[in-house]
């Protein structure tokens, strides 16, 4: 069997990033002294003139890049998720969604497998913390493939939009002919009946692994990826919930208010059927190697597989 090519979709912004620059030249990129990790860096390279390092400020660049959004240039504001979301939440509450300003926020190093920067830097909650923003599109991206996609339609929505990466490479899971990227509209990764597996970042491919495992017990698991937390593709979440009667959602989020937090509220009001959540137990994180966490959290393909069928 080849080996599956894994690319970090930290490194997927980047690289999206100069390609959209080469095409845009409203584009301006601001970082608050990470580019070699958000891996802005690339964009600063080939554009030195339209990339802003703030330092290690990251409300103040928050505020310069409304600033850039009222004069009509594109700002790509990126910081780790912890800063982005969590320390400069009233400035993009209050200078970016509040007057609904075309910034984009590129937040890397979401979730657990942060890995060794530990529990401070290991953001949970931004998903709940963005989708509270009114105006705000939030989504999350399960491969490289997606990563760039999603980049491209951020630029072309007008709106604020906020966008996590990884920092730990994942398996690129999208590479076919058939593959169609839109905000706010979900994927149907493989078929099933007996449980729908709702799933977005890197525990899509974990979760596509998890309903493989399942197969071979005769469990035929729906695996779809809603990449796009909001706007919620209710209309897929419903269809599926309808189909096969029982919901577990799987994201590298705090259980409360992320993807599995949208779902329960949207079921609960237009399909009421059992529900799940697999995620990050309200609990911190912890230092440790990514891949060892994400076991001990149970967010790796045998967690999922054993959380799914004791569920069922």
Same mark, same amino acid.
């Given at each position: 069997?080849?080996?599956?090519?894994?690319?970090?979709?930290?490194?997927?912004?980047?690289?999206?990033?100069?390609?959209?620059?080469?095409?845009?030249?409203?584009?301006?990129?601001?970082?608050?002294?990470?580019?070699?990790?958000?891996?802005?860096?690339?964009?600063?390279?080939?554009?030195?003139?339209?990339?802003?390092?703030?330092?290690?400020?990251?409300?103040?660049?928050?505020?310069?890049?409304?600033?850039?959004?009222?004069?009509?240039?594109?700002?790509?504001?990126?910081?780790?998720?912890?800063?982005?979301?969590?320390?400069?939440?009233?400035?993009?509450?209050?200078?970016?969604?509040?007057?609904?300003?075309?910034?984009?926020?590129?937040?890397?190093?979401?979730?657990?497998?942060?890995?060794?920067?530990?529990?401070?830097?290991?953001?949970?909650?931004?998903?709940?913390?963005?989708?509270?923003?009114? #105006?705000?599109? @939030? /989504?999350?991206?399960?491969?490289?493939?997606?990563?760039? *996609?999603?980049? %491209? =339609? &951020?630029?072309?929505?007008?709106?604020?939009?906020?966008?996590?990466?990884?920092?730990?490479?994942?398996?690129?899971?999208?590479?076919?002919?058939?593959?169609?990227?839109?905000?706010?509209?979900?994927?149907?990764?493989?078929? #099933?009946?007996? @449980? /729908?597996?709702?799933?977005?970042?890197?525990?899509?491919? *974990?979760?596509? %692994? =998890? &309903?493989?495992?399942?197969?071979?017990?005769?469990?035929?698991?729906?695996?779809?990826?809603?990449?796009?937390?909001?706007?919620?593709?209710?209309?897929?979440?419903?269809?599926?919930?309808?189909?096969?009667?029982?919901?577990?959602?799987?994201?590298?989020?705090?259980?409360?208010?992320?993807?599995?937090?949208?779902?329960?509220?949207?079921?609960?009001?237009?399909?009421?059927?059992?529900?799940?959540?697999?995620?990050?137990?309200?609990?911190?994180?912890?230092?440790?190697?990514?891949?060892?966490?994400?076991?001990?959290?149970?967010?790796?393909?045998?967690?999922?597989?054993?959380?799914?069928?004791?569920?069922?």
């Amino acid at each position: 069997m080849s080996e599956v090519k894994k690319i970090a979709t930290r490194a997927s912004y980047g690289n999206a990033l100069v390609e959209l620059g080469k095409k845009h030249e409203d584009v301006i990129v601001l970082d608050a002294d990470l580019a070699a990790a958000t891996q802005t860096g690339i964009f600063k390279k080939a554009f030195p003139e339209r990339h802003i390092d703030c330092g290690i400020a990251e409300c103040n660049m928050t505020g310069i890049g409304a600033g850039l959004a009222t004069t009509g240039k594109v700002p790509f504001v990126s910081t780790f998720a912890m800063f982005a979301a969590g320390r400069a939440f009233e400035q993009v509450r209050n200078s970016i969604g509040y007057p609904h300003l075309n910034v984009k926020i590129g937040a890397t190093h979401g979730g657990i497998s942060v890995g060794e920067d530990g529990a401070t830097h290991q953001c949970c909650e931004d998903f709940a913390l963005m989708r509270s923003i009114p #105006g705000m599109v @939030v /989504a999350s991206p399960s491969d490289d493939i997606e990563a760039k *996609a999603m980049v %491209e =339609a &951020a630029y072309e929505h007008v709106g604020p939009v906020y966008m996590r990466f990884g920092r730990l490479a994942v398996p690129v899971i999208n590479d076919n002919p058939d593959y169609k990227f839109e905000l706010g509209k979900g994927i149907v990764l493989r078929e #099933g009946k007996d @449980v /729908a597996i709702i799933a977005n970042g890197l525990c899509v491919a *974990a979760s596509l %692994e =998890a &309903a493989e495992k399942l197969a071979a017990e005769g469990i035929q698991a729906k695996v779809i990826n809603i990449h796009t937390i909001k706007p919620l593709d209710e209309e897929l979440i419903v269809a599926a919930a309808k189909e096969t009667g029982k919901v577990v959602t799987v994201e590298e989020h705090s259980i409360i208010g992320g993807l599995g937090g949208a779902v329960c509220e949207c079921l609960s009001e237009k399909a009421p059927v059992p529900v799940k959540r697999i995620g990050v137990n309200d609990v911190f994180g912890e230092s440790g190697p990514a891949a060892a966490l994400l076991e001990k959290y149970g967010l790796d393909g045998e967690g999922i597989y054993k959380q799914v069928k004791a569920f069922l």
